[in-house]
Every structure is written in structure tokens, then in C-alpha cells.
């Protein structure tokens, strides 16, 4: 092991609920240090959604201005285009103050203000290519062999790994570092190392679909915004990305393999015959499965987000499915909610105690479920049908759509044509969720 370092809060992961959690903590004077596995924040598997409570909560760090400046686009609607016509879901315009809309920013510019934000707070710390591999727990008193396991020990802090090239070349590469710290927050996402090295696991909600994620070239002349395809058994987003549309495919669950065997150009076939104005461009991107990947979705949650010296939130304590791009606002309220409640507790020193580390849950808890069987609904109702209609089309007898959205706008959607006011409702449970969270005073500026 290389050198010990000590911090008051560890935060693994500088996602959107990392860098909140950290800048927050920050401005609350509370040393933090947020360690981060990637050189920088571009990864283009980011959602790019900022919804209205997060632009609040931006005005009221002070950053709304900063946020304005950078590139993007505002969608005040949220619909579908089906065959049978467009289908309009939500209506954020109908929303309450001023940001009644949607900003379309990759997520990378977003994280890298917060990261600059928060980087002129003494208190704060990023490590970059940081990647957080296993935790340090307290050493039992006496016998050493016998400890009762690591979930009955409280979490001291972090094992990192360095992953810079210069230190994986030179004579420490491979060493792991230790940093001590009262607090350690998993926000590593829905994969997360850092939950399973303190011995917790999600319960798995089944999901039908898994998302091939690309891009396809960009011309003036195309719509704006975020664009959402339902055709004869296919689904497809398209985020407008400037010169290029960011492209979700929903595929079904564990049928990457099949599909993939299939060949580029029956892919770039469906995909011209989902969206016919792409057609002409497809043969030069994707130019082959290497520039398609596969994105694994997830819907689980943790019974337990806690443990002594350890608290787990946003993806990390409940993985979020990319329906409805509610995840990464579900993210930040967490993280909003977890820094009001634990500053005070460490205002003082020593460790956090257990009951306020359950509080940041009980908080959050019924916002997240209330999300998550949402999307459960979701998944059952269009997406599961929507890939069962595909099957059938293609032929998989086994696997009858009993409820086509090509032929038929469903009721639902009819109900949300016929009377426009109602279009509130999906808009506030997107845009700003049932919980919203608020900046404290003291992290304000
Ligand atoms: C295909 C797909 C599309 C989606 N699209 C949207 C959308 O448009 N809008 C929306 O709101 N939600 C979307 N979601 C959901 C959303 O991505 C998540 O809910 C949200 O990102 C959760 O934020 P987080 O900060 O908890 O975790 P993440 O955003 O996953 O951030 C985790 C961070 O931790 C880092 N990390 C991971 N492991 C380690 C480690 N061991 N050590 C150090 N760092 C580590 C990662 O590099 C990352 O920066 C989508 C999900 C999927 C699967």
C-alpha cells in the first residue's frame, strides 16, 4: 500500500449525484473528497437531461447563470411519434415558474461546472482516474481471525487505485492507496463496486429491454430537441446532440447477441424504416457494430442504504431504467437531501451516527418507490408491448402483441390528446418528481 491519507467524507463517483453531494458538503465546510475512476467526465453513455427542479437548484447555488451559458436545447414537451400521428405526453410549459422546460446538455459540461464550482471551496478535493476498488473497515478489538465480517464493521474509508497512466507506467503501478475518512458515500452508480465491497445487493426488478446506444449524423434541416420513435416494434430516443443525434435502441433484454449476428445492414434497414429521413446517412454511422454499444438496464434498489460509517445513494442504492429520464434528477435530490441531513452531524468530529444515516433514506425512500413502480408500469405497458409487437412481426408466433401502438394510439395517450390540461401530470412527475429537494441556506450563493 502506498502513502495513508485521511478526508472526512470519501465520495466514489463524480456522477450527478457525487459532484452534488460533494460540491453541497463543500459549501458546507465539510472536507470532502470525491474520487472519480475516468480522466474526465465524457462519456458519452451519460444522460443529458437537466430538469426544472435541477435548474432550481442550480439558481439557488448560484450557478444558473453559468449553466445558461452553456450549449443546449430546451424541450417544453414530452411526446412519442407513432404511426398513427404524434402523441403528446407531457407538458412542461404548463409547469409553475420559470424554468418550464427540459435543457438538453451533455452531461459532462454540467459535472465539469459543478466541478469547477466546487473546486474553489477549500474543503474540496476531485481525484480523477481515482477508481475506488475495495473499502477499509475498523479493526475488531483483539482477535484479528475472527472479525464477524465486514457488514458488521464500521467502514473507515477507501481503497483506490490510481489509474493515470503516469502512475500505471511508473514504479508505484498497480499500488492501491488508502483514504481514511468518518464517512464513505457510494455514488458509483448501478453497477457499484463500492456496495458490493460493503457487502450489500440490490433486489432486481425485472426489466424487458436492454438499449444499444450510438450515434448517427446530424444535419441543419433536422427537428430539434429529444425525438422519441415508436414503429411496428421498434422504440428508439434521439437526443439532439448538435452535429449529431445520440441514439438509444431499445432492444429485448439478452437479445444482443442474436441481433448483432444479424449484420450492420439489417440494423441501418430497421433503422430506415423506423426514421426514413436518417436513411441516407446511416452507412456513415454507425459503420459497424463497434460504434453500437450495449447499454445493460437496470431497475433494482437496496433494502438497506446504510451501514455504520457507509450510506450508498442515487443509482448505487437504486438503479434507475432510462424511462421517463427521471434517473439522474432522482439522483440529485438524493444528494441534495443527503447533505442537508448530514452536515450537522459532521459539524462535529467522529463518526456519523447510524440514525442519521437512516434518515437520508427514510427521506428519500418513497419518492424512489413511487419512481421506480412507474417505470415497473412502463415497462409492462409500452415497452414490453411495444418489443412483443416486433417479435410477432418478426415472426415469433410465441410471442403475439395483444395491444399494437403502430395500428392504434393507446388510451392512455388518447385520454392525455383529448384534454391537454392533464398534460401536467406526467410533466411534474418527470420534470420535477414528487419529492423536490432544496438547496439549503447555507450552500447557497
Ligand atoms: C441507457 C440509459 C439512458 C439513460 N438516460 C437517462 C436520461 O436521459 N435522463 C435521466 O435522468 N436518466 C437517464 N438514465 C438513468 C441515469 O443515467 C441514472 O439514473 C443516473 O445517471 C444516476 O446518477 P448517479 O450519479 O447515481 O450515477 P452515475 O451517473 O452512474 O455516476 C456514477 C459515477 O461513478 C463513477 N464510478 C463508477 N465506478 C467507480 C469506482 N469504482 N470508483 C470511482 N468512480 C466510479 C462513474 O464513472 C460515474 O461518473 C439512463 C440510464 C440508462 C441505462
Not at 63 to 85: H, K, M, N, T, Y
Not at 105 to 128: M, N, T, Y
Request: net charge negative; glycine share 12%.
Amino acid at each position: 500500500m502506498a502513502a495513508i491519507d485521511r478526508t472526512r467524507v470519501a465520495i466514489a463517483g463524480g456522477g450527478p449525484a457525487g459532484m452534488f453531494l460533494g460540491l453541497l458538503l463543500a459549501r458546507g465546510g465539510v472536507e470532502v473528497t470525491v474520487l472519480e475512476k475516468h480522466a474526465d467526465f465524457l462519456h458519452d453513455f451519460r444522460g443529458d437531461t437537466v430538469h426544472p427542479s435541477t435548474l432550481t437548484l442550480l439558481d439557488e447555488l448560484g450557478l444558473g447563470s453559468a449553466f445558461e451559458a452553456l450549449p443546449q436545447r430546451r424541450i417544453d414537451s414530452v411526446g412519442a411519434d407513432l404511426d398513427s400521428g404524434p402523441a403528446q405526453i407531457g407538458d412542461l410549459s404548463r409547469l409553475r415558474g420559470p424554468h418550464n422546460y427540459i435543457a438538453l446538455v451533455p452531461q459532462w459540461d454540467l459535472l465539469e461546472l459543478l466541478a469547477e464550482a466546487a473546486g474553489s471551496e477549500p474543503s474540496f478535493r476531485l481525484l480523477r482516474q481515482a477508481e475506488v476498488t475495495g473499502l477499509l473497515h475498523e479493526r475488531p478489538p483483539g482477535n484479528v481471525a475472527d472479525d464477524g465480517g465486514a457488514g458488521s464493521r464500521r467502514v473507515t474509508g477507501v481503497v483506490w487505485q490510481d489509474r493515470s497512466e503516469a502512475a500505471e507506467r511508473g514504479p508505484d503501478g498497480g499500488t492501491a492507496h488508502e483514504l481514511e475518512a468518518d464517512l464513505v458515500v457510494a455514488c458509483d452508480g448501478r453497477g457499484s463496486a463500492v456496495r458490493a465491497a460493503a457487502g450489500l445487493a440490490p433486489t432486481a426488478f425485472g426489466v424487458p429491454m436492454d438499449v444499444w446506444w450510438f450515434r448517427v449524423p446530424r444535419e441543419p434541416s433536422d427537428p430539434e430537441g429529444a425525438l422519441g420513435r415508436i414503429h411496428r416494434g421498434q422504440f428508439m430516443i434521439m437526443i439532439d446532440r448538435g452535429d449529431y443525434w445520440q441514439c438509444g435502441y431499445v432492444i429485448r433484454k439478452g437479445s444482443d447477441a442474436v441481433l448483432r449476428s444479424e449484420g450492420i445492414a439489417s440494423f441501418r434497414e430497421r433503422l430506415a424504416q423506423a426514421q426514413p429521413w436518417l436513411a441516407g446517412r446511416l452507412e456513415e454511422a454507425p459503420a459497424s457494430f463497434d460504434d453500437v454499444k450495449l447499454l445493460d438496464v437496470r431497475l433494482d434498489r437496496l433494502a438497506r442504504w446504510h451501514l455504520p460509517g457507509f450510506l450508498a445513494i442515487g443509482d448505487a442504492a437504486h438503479a434507475m431504467s432510462p424511462v421517463g429520464g427521471v434517473g439522474i434528477n432522482l439522483a440529485v435530490q438524493d444528494a441534495v437531501a443527503a447533505a442537508r441531513i448530514l452536515r450537522p452531524a459532521l459539524a462535529g468530529g467522529g463518526p456519523v451516527p447510524e440514525a442519521v444515516l437512516q434518515s437520508v433514506q427514510r427521506r428519500r425512500w418513497w419518492p424512489t418507490v413511487l419512481i421506480q413502480g412507474f417505470q415497473q408500469f412502463a415497462h409492462r405497458a409500452v415497452v414490453g408491448k411495444v418489443l412483443d409487437d416486433g417479435a410477432a412481426r418478426d415472426g415469433d408466433a410465441a410471442r403475439k402483441p395483444d395491444w399494437t401502438v403502430s395500428g392504434q394510439t393507446p388510451l392512455p395517450l388518447r385520454v392525455l390528446d383529448a384534454l391537454p390540461a392533464l398534460r401536467v401530470v406526467p410533466a411534474r412527475l418527470v420534470g420535477i418528481g414528487p419529492l423536490p429537494e432544496h438547496a439549503p441556506r447555507w450552500a447557497r450563493r
